[in-house]
């Protein structure tokens, strides 16, 4: 007698044995999915760097060297295409280095939470002057015509002959100064913590005028052309100033705090806030031509070569947007927030990371 009941428990066996391998192999399929489009995004970079010192690095380049200054108290220097040692001894000091420094010829001119300005040779790492403020010097120093123009918290902006370190002149700009200057023709332009764009006379360090803004000034100023600057501010404007018809301003709404060094390639302008917000603009008009969301807190860049601009993220991310549409062209995954500087060189994207390590990663193609 055919046992009907064992066959049919055999059969519903058979089958709940299919479902569960089939169900495995779709959750292997997509696990191996998941890691190779991950093992895609977090490729390794071409060279790294951690110095010894802990930090956050911010850094310039100058003739395929990387010159970076970390936030623990150390200035080196980095050959950029490969990070090998590039000559310069360590330079420390107690205090912080908390933004990049300017370099030309053989020298390097820094600021530093210490209240000075440090003047230090690039071949050899030695101290060449110092200059000492009333306030701690977070502004990148600007090199100008043998001069060094750098702010500092004290409110003063400061003219320095780059060979002396002796003062030319300094002018009281009425707040704090975090971030560089830019000098526009005759004109150099800063921005201070209390909220207003100052116009100062290139060569006597006159105070021409004041243009108030909505919130603080903690981007850098960017020279335009001879007569226009822009400059990032906390109300969420890039403002593009005319330095003889400052009254007359103009400004990019892109929200959140601009504090990132802005793009100015051909007649576009390239902007992105902390919330996440990446736009181009046209530089002579301030008309908006597109706007990218990208859903995370941006902390480094701005950096661009012909077809992208390049963000680094909080969450240690690197995004390639493509400059004609805006578009995410790429997206790296380094592991570590990116929050120092983010420039070209060598044809390399160099990243500076909150562990303190330096990398490159190869350019999309």
């Keep these: 007698m055919v046992d009907y ?7 519903r066996q058979r089958k709940t044995r299919l479902r569960w391998s089939i169900a495995a192999g779709v959750v292997v399929f997509v696990a191996a999915v998941v890691l190779l489009f991950s093992a895609r995004g977090r490729r390794a970079p071409l060279w790294s760097y951690r110095p010894l010192i802990a930090g956050v690095p911010h850094f310039t380049v100058s003739d395929g060297k990387l010159f970076a200054a970390w936030s623990g108290g150390l200035v080196q220097a980095l050959v950029a295409a490969n990070g090998s040692d590039a000559g310069l001894l360590d330079y420390r000091r107690p205090f912080a280095f908390g933004a990049p420094p300017a370099v030309a010829a053989d020298m390097l001119v820094v600021g530093s939470d210490d209240c000075q300005i440090h003047a230090v040779c690039t071949e050899t790492g030695n101290p060449l002057w110092k200059y000492e403020t009333r306030g701690p010097v977070r502004a990148t120093p ?11 918290a004290d409110g003063h902006l400061y003219c320095l002959d780059l060979p ?4 030319v002149w300094k002018t009281e700009c009425g707040g704090a100064i975090n971030a560089a200057a830019a000098v526009a023709g005759q004109v150099v ?14 060569g006597s360090g006159e105070r021409l005028w004041t243009l108030p803004v909505g919130a603080a000034v903690l981007g850098p100023a960017l020279a335009i ?9 906390d109300d969420g404007n890039q403002y593009i100033v005319n330095v003889n018809r400052y009254q007359s301003s103009r400004a990019v709404a892109v929200g959140g705090l601009l504090r990132l060094p802005p793009v100015v390639a051909g007649d576009r302008l ?3 806030g902390d919330t996440g917000t990446v736009v181009a603009a046209t530089v002579t008009g301030g008309e908006l031509l597109w706007q990218r969301e990208l859903g995370q807190t941006v902390t480094a860049g701005l950096a661009a070569d012909d077809k992208y601009v390049y963000v680094g993220t909080l969450s240690g991310q690197i ?8 578009k995410v062209r790429r997206r790296w995954q380094v592991g570590s927030p990116v929050i120092g500087s983010l420039v070209i060189a060598d044809e390399l994207l160099i990243a ?3 562990d303190g390590r330096v990398i490159a990663l190869s350019l999309p193609r």
């Excluded at 002396?164 to 003062?167: L, N």
């Excluded at 052309?225 to 501010?233: A, F, I, M, Q």
């Excluded at 995004?319 to 805006?326: H, K």
């Design 142 to 152: 600007v090199i100008d015509q043998g001069q060094a123009l750098v702010g500092s």
């Design 270 to 272: 390239y902007i992105a």
């Design 225 to 233: 052309d001879h007569n226009t600057v822009t400059v990032g501010c």
């Design 164 to 167: 002396s370190g002796v003062v």
């Design 352 to 354: 500076g990371l909150g």
């Design 189 to 202: 332009v800063v921005g201070t913590v209390e909220g207003r764009l100052v116009g100062v006379d290139r």
């Design 319 to 326: 995004f390639a947007v493509r400059r004609e549409n805006g």
């Design 5 to 11: 009941r064992s066959r049919w428990q055999s059969r």
